[in-house]
């Protein structure tokens, strides 16, 4: 006989004060990326980008963290906190730069090229950053690349997107691991340029997974959390956005006087800029999560360990510890 949906199970249910009983009880704390549902982040500890998030839970005394976000990111949080459960409302909330990054082929291509160093962006999998060499951020990926010296040989994955970009920006050649992001990938150029038309003089900002051809409409280009900031500091009243329109919900908490507006996708009218994975997490999965501590993150040691030196070789050069003359194969 099928298990009730939860939904079917927790009918009449006080979601929130539930969750809000069942964090106290179980020393947890609330994670939420900024393109949860509104409702996510309203009840969450922190709400933020997944390193940051994961960095902060780290500095908590919880026992436990409940990461609403997709499975990479939770992954991060088990990397940084061993010894906190960490658990995911939906294992099924997974990453589609992830899924293009599969460990084994990584390897393979790893051994093929033994005079690049891996630059990995932080979207992928605990084990593609155990064979990497430097994980990056959006916010973080300019200033490691600019410390590594020219000469050096580099394989960027798995967001070909932002690999472009900073290939671009830099002029630095790199490998580029073909996998993209599919909410930035859906965004629309003739749609986006309706928009512009419609809103004339009004400015864009653009995440790096974006392509190219919506990249060159942007006057601004960052992470989400650099989006954000940029939102607060426009002098007009409104912008254009162009990544996952949930952050729009912490703009408009920040700026509450500001229009801002999602750039479209192919039709101007789908939800396809809408990321299918973060929208498995729910109010009923999370009580769930809670109340069951599952499903749980668990990582082999060897491997979360691996993965860790490339997560403290990127903080260390992004906070300047880490010089030229100290890169290298990990």
């Given at each position: 006989?099928n298990?009730?949906t939860?939904?079917?199970?927790?009918?009449?249910?006080?979601?929130?004060?539930?969750?809000?009983?069942l964090?106290?009880?179980?020393?947890?704390?609330?994670?939420?990326?900024?393109y949860?549902?509104?409702?996510?982040?309203?009840l969450?500890?922190?709400?933020?980008?997944?390193?940051?998030?994961s960095k902060?839970?780290?500095?908590?005394?919880?026992d436990?963290?409940?990461?609403?976000?997709v499975?990479?990111?939770?992954e991060?949080?088990?990397?940084?906190?061993?010894?906190?459960?960490v658990?995911?409302?939906?294992?099924?909330?997974?990453?589609?730069?992830?899924d293009a990054?599969?460990?084994?082929?990584?390897k393979?291509?790893?051994?093929?090229?033994?005079?690049h160093i891996a630059?990995?962006?932080?979207?992928?999998?605990?084990?593609v950053?155990?064979?990497?060499?430097?994980i990056?951020?959006?916010?973080?990926?300019?200033?490691?690349?600019s410390?590594i010296?020219p000469e050096?040989?580099?394989i960027?994955g798995?967001?070909?997107?932002l690999?472009?970009?900073?290939?671009?920006?830099f002029?630095?050649?790199m490998?580029?691991?073909?996998?993209?992001?599919?909410?930035?990938?859906?965004f629309?150029?003739t749609e986006?340029?309706?928009?512009?038309?419609?809103?004339?003089?009004?400015?864009?900002?653009?995440?790096?997974?974006c392509p190219?051809h919506?990249?060159?409409?942007?006057?601004?280009?960052?992470?989400?959390?650099?989006?954000?900031?940029?939102?607060?500091?426009?002098k007009g009243?409104?912008?254009i956005?162009?990544?996952?329109?949930?952050?729009?919900h912490?703009m408009?908490k920040a700026e509450?006087?500001?229009?801002?507006?999602?750039?479209?996708?192919?039709?101007?009218?789908?939800?396809?800029?809408?990321?299918?994975?973060?929208?498995?997490n729910t109010?009923e999965?999370?009580?769930?999560?809670?109340?069951?501590l599952?499903?749980q993150?668990?990582?082999?040691?060897?491997?979360?360990?691996?993965?860790?030196?490339?997560?403290?070789?990127?903080?260390?050069?992004?906070?300047?510890?880490?010089g030229?003359?100290?890169?290298?194969?990990?």
């Open positions: 006989m298990a009730p939860p939904r079917e199970n927790l009918q009449g249910l006080d979601l929130l004060a539930e969750i809000k009983r964090k106290k009880e179980r020393n947890a704390v609330i994670l939420a990326h900024y949860q549902k509104p409702e996510i982040q309203d969450a500890d922190f709400v933020g980008d997944s390193l940051e998030l902060r839970a780290a500095e908590t005394d919880a436990v963290i409940a990461f609403c976000g499975k990479f990111m939770a991060t949080a088990k990397i940084l906190s061993p010894q906190k459960t658990i995911l409302p939906d294992m099924a909330a997974g990453c589609s730069l992830e990054c599969p460990p084994g082929k990584f393979a291509f790893r051994e093929a090229h033994p005079d630059l990995t962006y932080i979207n992928c999998s605990a084990e950053k155990a064979l990497s060499d430097i990056v951020t959006s916010s973080s990926a300019e200033t490691i690349l410390k010296p050096q040989k580099i960027f798995p967001d070909r997107h690999g472009g970009y900073l290939s671009r920006k002029n630095r050649e490998l580029l691991w073909p996998g993209v992001c599919i909410v930035h990938e859906a629309s150029e986006l340029l309706k928009l512009k038309a419609q809103h004339p003089g009004v400015p864009v900002a653009a995440h790096p997974e190219p919506i990249i060159d409409h942007a006057d601004y280009v960052g992470s989400t959390s650099g989006i954000l900031q940029y939102a607060q500091t426009i009243d409104t912008l956005v162009a990544t996952e329109p949930h952050i729009i912490q408009e509450p006087t500001k229009t801002f507006i999602g750039a479209p996708g192919a039709d101007g009218n789908c939800a396809c800029n809408i990321c299918p994975y973060m929208a498995l109010m999965k999370l009580y769930l999560a809670l109340r069951d599952q499903p993150i668990h990582l082999d040691e060897t491997v979360r360990l691996a993965a860790k030196k490339s997560l403290d070789r990127m903080l260390e050069m992004a906070s300047g510890t880490v030229k003359g100290d890169l290298g194969r990990a």
